[in-house]
């Protein structure tokens, strides 16, 4: 307990929010899992005083996750709201369609008030009923159409990715503009999809009295997509960011762009 209350009470320059969301196909219904992920660097210890720092995931236009630190009203704690991301991709009753677009649009609120430069890590896989990590089902399955999206030599887009940090499951952004508190980044999402080859994946078989039995290969399976934002203060920004995310970047008049 005294160790967490140093945690909470030292400088903080990196707070993170979890968004969750798993869907079936097949039975075409939402499930979901709340979930949190905090994470505290003492290796940079800003001489700045602790201000109310904060960031929140919005989906659609609305706030879905939110973790925000208020140093002088909460006593050394958090006020936290954990939602479920694709909670109202389906209407009541409506069946999810391969190969159809769900509106998807994401984005980060900076929901404290400190300025902070932010980073977005996006995850997208498959599990089985036991919640195990698919090895069979591609994770390119899941199309995350990604918007105002540049590569790391290119920062003339609003966030740009790290393609070094890229694999099948994971998509590392940075917005590349300090975020201001109260402001509202633009999307990095538009919409998501299962793409329509997934039901090529079928095995048949024949019974005894001759029918022909066709199973797909997602029957059972779950598509589960992450969505991790972390913001950094803006006050010695390089040396906080190397600190907290272990990446060099530069920092040029409020703009941030990768090493």
Known sequence: MDKIKKIICSPITTIIAFGMAAAFIGFSTIGGARAALTYYSETYASQVE????????????????????????????????????????????????????YKEELSVLNSGTIDTFVRVSLYKYWVDENGNKSRVIDPSMIELELVNISGMSDGNQCWIEDTNART???????????????????VFSNTIKINDSIASNVSTSVKEDGTIISVYDYNGYKFVLEAN???????????????????????????????
């Open 50 to 101: 602790m201000h109310d720092i904060g960031v929140s995931l919005m989906e659609n236009g609305v706030n879905v996750s939110t973790r925000d630190y208020y140093y002088e009203v909460a006593d050394g704690t958090w006020t936290e709201h954990t939602g479920v991301l694709l909670a109202k991709m389906l209407e009541n009753d409506e069946e999810l369609l391969l190969g159809k677009k």
């Open 168 to 186: 099948a499951e994971r998509t590392t952004l940075y917005y590349s503009q300090l975020l201001k508190s109260g402001e509202v980044t633009p």
């Open 229 to 259: 934002v972390d913001s950094v203060q803006d006050h010695n920004a390089q040396d906080a960011i190397l600190s907290a995310w272990g990446i060099d970047v530069s920092v040029n008049n409020g703009k941030l762009a990768l090493k």
